[in-house]
């Protein structure tokens, strides 16, 4: 059985074995983090950081996490909804006046976190080097019409959305989302978690590790078209995507989500107050999401339970390719998976379904 490092209580021993099992199996390396009431209680990693495994992934390795990212962007939103500088039901517009062009005066903060908005991809002309230019996507997607009637149906917006919630945030604050998430979210935690890498922290990446035949992203017209090795090229990890491209492990993933599974804080940070947590349940959309093509329930930023789960508030997103994070409210429970070995889409990727389960067997035990 592959060798794994790190810590795990005797009770989520199943979480460790499971991902032996993975590491013997589909994945290179990979990290795993369990954290209940607030603190760790598996924090686990092991395997290899190349394809060719000859440099051992380390407790520091950092990999990118695809859209895992979505729930640090959801949870700055939320944590300004809580401090009231931003009403989720008010108009995009009401904080970013351009965004009214083109029929999206009725486009609210909520419909963006629930992909509601009718914006799921660029109409425009778009390249990989536009989406490392802040201000050419948010214009463009400002001046674009939406898709559908907005808050009718869901597609999931599957680059746009950290866009369009990066420039509310800056409207806002004045700072970039990466920039608001160090400085108010992941400096205060302690979390090595970044939307937009330091050159300094380069040496520390995992390169993410594409399937044989790596399905380009952006809907099903790609524009731009993103492939999975996209995000070992310097140009992705320096700009800031806060829908895509965050650079991270599964400990700090699971520490700072587990703000929101404990009320609104953890090991002595508070980032929300506990009303300000209740807000992600808040259903915003149930049934086939238009781009997913498979059925989904939404809420402020977060996949909920739509009935697979063992409890009723829990949310969650993941990542193309594997990553994932898991909230759930009730049992006070984060968790975190995080590998550099991508899956095929529509292969069976049954890795974040065995930490899962290896999670509620130790909860229950």
């Not at 201000?135 to 907005?150: F, G, K, N």
Request: glycine share 12%; aromatic share 8%; proline share 7%.
């Amino acid at each position: 059985m592959a060798l794994t490092h790190g810590t795990c209580t005797d009770r989520f021993a199943a979480v460790r074995e499971a991902l032996a099992a993975s590491l013997d199996d589909k994945d290179v390396g990979a990290s795993v983090a369990v954290y209940v009431d607030g603190e760790p209680v598996v924090d686990l990693w092991g395997g290899y950081t190349d394809a060719d495994r000859t440099t051992p992934w380390e407790r520091d390795t950092l990999t990118p996490v695809w859209s895992t990212t979505k729930t640090m962007t959801a949870l700055c939103v939320l944590m300004l909804a809580d401090r009231g500088e931003l009403d989720l039901h008010a108009p995009v517009a009401t904080y970013w006046p351009e965004f009214a062009a083109a029929g999206k005066e009725n486009v609210r903060v909520s419909h963006v976190l629930a992909h509601t908005a009718g914006l799921p991809r660029f109409v425009a002309p778009t390249t990989l080097e536009d989406l490392y230019d802040w201000p050419t996507v948010t214009s463009r997607l400002a001046a674009q019409a939406p898709a559908w009637e907005p808050g009718t149906e869901a597609g999931y917006h599957a680059v746009t959305q950290g866009y369009l919630l990066g420039e509310i945030v800056r409207r806002v604050t004045g700072r970039s989302l990466g920039a608001f998430l160090a400085e108010e979210v992941t400096g205060p935690l302690g979390a090595d978690f970044h939307i937009g890498l330091a050159a300094e922290h380069d040496h520390r990446v995992a390169p993410i590790i594409p399937p044989p035949s790596s399905p380009p992203r952006g809907g099903p017209r790609p524009n731009p078209e993103i492939q999975g090795g996209t995000a070992n090229t310097t140009t992705w990890r320096r700009a800031e995507i806060p829908a895509a491209n965050g650079h991270g492990n599964a400990r700090s993933v699971a520490a700072v989500q587990s703000v929101l599974a404990c009320g609104g804080a953890a090991r002595g940070v508070r980032l929300l107050s506990e009303k300000g947590c209740e807000r992600v349940l808040e259903e915003q959309f149930d049934g086939t999401d238009n781009v997913l093509r498979v059925p989904m329930r939404y809420g402020m930023g977060y996949g909920l339970n739509g009935g697979q789960l063992p409890n009723p508030r829990t949310c969650f997103w993941g990542g193309w390719g594997g990553s994932m994070v898991l909230v759930d409210l009730d049992a006070r429970m984060t968790v975190a998976y995080v590998p550099n070995q991508m899956i095929d889409e529509g292969v069976g990727d049954d890795r974040a379904f065995t930490i899962l389960a290896g999670a509620y067997e130790g909860l229950s035990a």
